[in-house]
């Protein structure tokens, strides 16, 4: 199988770029990581990659609104070399600081018919950072990165994590459209509000990640990057050595990498 090539896109503040090359690397994947302005001065960069991720961190400082001055800049000068490597049946990943660069940009969720943004991710409810593990699970879905996944537990660390649509329609338009892929959970999926710190944020329908109507790209609040190895879980010495071979987060990266094998 050839090795698919990912194109990580970092930006003044971005600090999870090296955890999730090493996450696609151990995954098969071959990883080069691009700065934002060498992008900027060649748009067609990203032609030979097969898959474009932006990884967390706090792009610019988080200066406006997290992920909004890379959006900003996607919008203006990369937007048709995107759109089109996304029409020749690419990936793109979006893991937190990513995730709200995909949302503000337009790239994951198409806007209303007046061009507006039908979702957003705003500031957790409480106001404050939040550094925690969470447990997800998975809705109903067809996104790429998700197949086969069923439960994870993962850590997260945002401010502005909460999850935000336009009205209650937008969120079970999505919903049924399987594009609210990935959920906070106790027990059952619910869209009825979880009490913190299940939901850490106060998202909607306790949404944790999207994807788009292709289920090739996706965002996610949680880091996948950094649960890969069963020792990065606070609990890994209290289970059983044979529970597991992978942290939960890995699957998403392998997920990526056999796409481009079958």
Known sequence: MTRPRVFLVRAPGTNCDAETA???????????TVHLNRWLESPHRADDFQILCFPGGFSFGDDVASGRLVAIRLQQHLND?????????????GICNGFQILIKSGLLLAPDDQGRSVAT??????????DRWVRTAVDRTHCVFLR????????????????AAVDRATLERLRDAG???????????????LPYPINPNG????????CDSTGRIFGLMPHPERHIDPTQHPSWTRRRRNE???????VIFSNAVRYFGS
């Open 22 to 32: 090493y996450a696609f690397e151990k995954a098969g994947a071959v990883t080069e």
């Open 81 to 93: 070399a995107i759109r089109s490597f996304i029409d020749r049946d690419r990936l793109v990943l």
């Open 121 to 130: 991710l705003d500031w957790n409810d409480h106001g404050r950072y939040e």
């Open 148 to 163: 086969g996944v069923e439960r994870m537990e993962l850590p997260i660390a945002h401010a502005e994590g909460r999850f």
């Open 179 to 193: 594009q609210l892929a990935l959920r906070y959970v106790d027990d059952q999926l619910t869209d009825a509000p």
């Open 203 to 210: 998202a909607a329908f306790n949404v944790a990640g999207v």
């Open 244 to 250: 597991c071979h992978e942290g939960d987060g890995a």
